[in-house]
Nanobody
Framework: QVQLVESGGGLVQAGGSLRLSCVANGRTIGAAAMGWFRQAPGKEREFVAVITWTGRASYVDSLKGRFTISRDNAKGTVTLQMNSLKPEDTAVYYC????????????????WGQGTQVTVSS
């Protein structure tokens, strides 16, 4: 099991940017695809983006053009660059290691970080 740790969250004004990072403690993330999800208060956890070992990225349609996922396999890190943030982006953001199945479902991931809070003020 991989212990994932997210960082980089915080409070930002609408239109601002944040860069979230995810590192694996104790082990590398290996060749697993790595995803970012988010969960707003009172809502289901939802898919944000995923990146494969080879760097192929996929995003939820509503965030394309504002969010960019990347990974450094040598360092075992995954980042999520978030630009032009909106109040509706406020949520706890989680990174996760893909196990099998569709990239878009939480059930396809087996290792999760504790999350990092992102709050966007209007």
């Amino acid at each position: 099991q991989v212990q994932l740790v997210e960082s980089g969250g915080g409070l930002v004004q609408a239109g601002g940017s944040l860069r979230l990072s995810c590192v694996a403690n104790g082990r590398t993330i290996g060749a697993a695809a790595m995803g970012w999800f988010r969960q707003a208060p009172g809502k289901e956890r939802e898919f944000v983006a995923v990146i494969t070992w080879t760097g192929r990225a996929s995003y939820v349609d509503s965030l394309k053009g504002r969010f960019t996922i990347s990974r450094d396999n040598a360092k075992g890190t995954v980042t999520l660059q978030m630009n032009s943030l909106k109040p509706e982006d406020t949520a706890v953001y989680y990174c996760a290691s893909h196990r099998s199945g569709s990239y878009y479902y939480t059930s396809s991931y087996d290792d999760w970080g504790q999350g990092t809070q992102v709050t966007v003020s209007s």
